[in-house]
Nanobody, 114 residues
Framework: VQLHASGGGLVQAGGSLRLSCAAS????????MGWYRQAPGKQRELVAL???????NYADYVQGRFTIARDNAKNTVCLQMNSLKVEDTAVYYC?????????WGPGTEVTVSS
């Protein structure tokens, strides 16, 4: 499975960005899809996940500001990020989890300026 993410960029605090990720199909069944992020000097952390059935899991620090959505037929996942804060600045990584393996995209950079 290969993941291709897009939508990162530079935005002012309070603004919005939308990240998209598409997973290529190669005969593997994808369970959860979602996003992690890694800020400079920090560990990678969960942002949001969504299962094939639509169950979502958000980190507390994005709850109410970010929305994750998924198109199972297209194997795509999107992350709508509103009310962005400077502390949301990070490289965002798309992840797709099968029953045995997690697949990671190359990351897309999000920079929020004050």
């Amino acid at each position: 499975v290969q993941l291709h993410a897009s939508g990162g960029g530079l935005v002012q605090a309070g603004g919005s960005l939308r990240l998209s990720c598409a997973a290529s199909k190669s005969g593997f069944s994808i369970n959860a899809m979602g996003w992690y992020r890694q800020a400079p000097g920090k560990q990678r952390e969960l942002v949001a996940l969504i299962t094939g059935g639509g169950t979502t899991n958000y980190a507390d620090y994005v709850q109410g500001r970010f929305t994750i959505a998924r198109d199972n037929a297209k194997n795509t996942v999107c992350l709508q990020m509103n009310s962005l804060k400077v502390e949301d600045t990070a490289v965002y990584y798309c992840v797709a989890a099968s029953s045995t393996t997690d697949y990671w995209g190359p990351g897309t950079e999000v920079t929020v300026s004050s």
